[in-house]
């Protein structure tokens, strides 16, 4: 199977998301906005406004703080960019999205196919997930500048809302679709025909621990 | 006696390093990954990989913008002296952790667990950790020496602790290394192919010292000084390799670059485990800092010397000559 490369914007159309295929690799282009905890627990649980114009601004949310500093006459020093893993995220997502109108998630990991099929697909909405994970100097020169950091007083600079401005950012993978198929449980699907074989041979522990599964093909996400 | 301010100025440079300079045991350990890969995601992230280490060369950026935890590990040689002691030692190692922090930049990682307090700077209560050893006096380099290594470990997940029994044997052993490599390898986790350290024995507490030890403090490539333990390490390597499972979770044949087993004594009736996974940016960086002013860098923490193992009683001050 050849590998697809796309240059995609982060406002894209409907007809350019619903032509992205599991697997394609993406290039962003335009502006992208960090979100994660502080930021939701900011904008959704205390009501603060948003300061930016969403999602004509910008329809991609990236789970991600920047190894970046701030320096003393206001300009920033943009390092690496990696993305932190989402799942711990889907608490906020549904509402964030039906306020923000993002369309392109980006993060690390990807969310279960259940997430996909009951708030992205039905808000067009489809998930990117960075490479490696540790692609972040890479990631980083896909930074053109940083064109604003928000709530960094209230939140600190690893929550706070960074915008940057991304030209041929990436690479990034397409990990879910408009139909709700998730990239990660394709292959954990694959891979589980040849667990038993790895594992013949060995035991389960004497002392069993609360809550656990014995099932390898389920996840711990 | 070593100047404090030199021990500082060291750290920065170390901090530097850790932080942009895949160091080359595990890069070589990656490239024959990415050769004999054929699984076609799992290949592209480990060539995407390759380009990173490059772009943070050239760039002098960090390799990954998750700084992980920055942590230090002094080793001292027995005859080692620090100007103003061991306090100004540690005050140096804060500093220099901080001042890189802005400087690189790192991501300022460091929180409070219940306030989310942040300085921005990685240091806080009891951060960055910093964890001692001690050597005896070689022939070669003398006792008056001290071994700054600054680890940057990444991965909230790929770590595991477990009590086995004696009952349980290799067969469990393999087992809880197959359950923690399947938990955080799938979706990539782990930041897989990484250097699994394995603790066996120990304290509860030391088992996961020895496993964080064993994943961090010894190359790609380094065997175990027990032979049939070296055979382990061999045969655990081939073993999370043949799941099937690559890069990011995708179908692919390089999961661990290399495994690692360090053991301690335990009780008489446990037998516990350990997992540590050290991700694709497995940073670490090393200097030796002589009496003299003299300052030599590597990448090979070097850190399980035969008296760091030793089973005696006693161990001579000094050690002798090789033969
Ligand atoms: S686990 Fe390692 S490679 Fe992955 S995001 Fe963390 S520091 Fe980066």
């Given at each position: 199977m050849s590998i697809r490369e796309v240059r995609l914007s982060t406002t894209p159309t409907p007809e350019a998301i619903a032509d992205l295929r599991l697997g394609d690799i993406v290039y962003l282009d335009g502006l992208m906005y960090t979100a994660r905890e502080g930021v939701y627990m900011r904008a959704l649980?205390?009501?603060?406004?948003?300061p930016m114009e969403l999602p004509s601004q910008s329809a991609a949310n990236f789970h991600c703080s920047p190894a970046a500093a701030i320096r003393e006459d206001g300009s920033y020093d943009m390092g690496a960019v990696t993305a932190t893993a989402s799942f711990r995220f889907a608490k906020w997502l549904p509402e964030w999205m039906a306020k923000t109108g993002a369309k392109l998630i980006v993060g690390k990991g990807g969310m279960t196919s259940k997430d996909y099929r009951d708030y992205f697909v039905p808000n067009g909405a489809i998930y990117l997930t960075t490479v490696g994970y540790g692609t972040g100097a890479l990631l980083g020169r896909g930074?053109?500048?940083?064109?604003a950091v928000h709530w960094n007083e209230e939140l600190g600079l690893a929550q706070a809302m960074w915008v940057l401005k991304c030209n041929k950012m990436g690479p990034f993978i397409v990990a879910s679709d408009l139909q709700g198929n998730c990239l990660f449980e394709r292959e954990n699907a694959k891979i589980a025909e040849n667990i038993a074989q790895a594992y013949e041979g060995t035991r389960p522990a004497t002392l069993k621990r609360y809550g656990e599964t014995d099932d390898r093909s389920d996840e711990v996400i | 006696m070593i100047p404090a301010e030199l021990i500082q100025s060291t750290a920065r440079v170390l901090m530097d390093k850790a932080a942009i300079e895949i160091p080359q045991d595990y890069l070589d350990g990656l490239q024959r990954a990415a050769e004999t890969e054929d699984g076609d995601l799992s290949s592209f992230v480990l060539r995407a990989m390759l380009e990173n280490y490059e772009a943070a060369k050239e760039d002098r950026r960090?390799?990954?913008?998750?700084?992980g935890v920055p942590r230090w590990f002094v080793k001292l040689g027995n005859e080692a002296q620090v100007e103003g002691g061991m306090v100004a030692l540690e005050a140096a190692l804060r500093r220099a952790t901080a001042e890189a922090t802005n400087s690189v930049p790192l991501r300022p990682n460091r929180v409070h667990p219940l306030w989310r307090t942040d300085h921005d700077n990685n240091v806080g209560i009891g951060a960055p950790e910093i964890e001692y050893g001690f050597e005896p006096a070689t022939p070669?380099?003398?006792?008056a020496w001290i071994d700054l290594i600054t680890v940057h470990k990444g991965g909230l997940f790929g770590t595991d602790y477990r009590m086995l029994f004696p009952s349980d044997g290799i067969e469990g052993i393999k087992r809880f290394y197959l359950d923690s490599l399947m938990a955080f390898g799938k979706r990539g986790l782990a930041c897989q192919p990484a250097i699994i350290g394995i603790g066996l024995g120990g304290s509860k507490d030391i088992c996961m010292t020895l496993g964080k030890r064993a994943s961090t403090l010894r190359i790609v490539g380094s065997r175990n000084s027990d032979p049939k333990i070296a055979q382990m390490e061999d045969e655990f390597k081939e073993l999370g390799n043949s799941i099937g499972m690559g890069a990011m979770?995708?179908?692919?044949?390089?999961?661990?670059?290399d495994c690692n087993i360090e053991v301690g004594y335990c009780h008489t009736g446990g037998m516990p485990m350990s997992v540590h996974a050290f991700c694709l940016s497995s940073r670490r960086a090393v200097a030796r800092i002589h009496a003299d002013g003299r300052v030599e860098h590597r990448t090979?923490?070097?850190?399980?010397t035969p008296y760091q193992r030793r089973e005696t009683v006693d161990w001579p001050a000094h050690q002798e000559a090789a033969e």
């Open positions: 649980e205390d009501k603060a406004n948003i930074v053109e500048r940083v064109e | 960090a390799m990954c913008g998750d700084t070669e380099y003398g006792g979770g995708f179908v692919g044949k390089n999961m661990v670059i090979d923490p070097d850190w399980f």
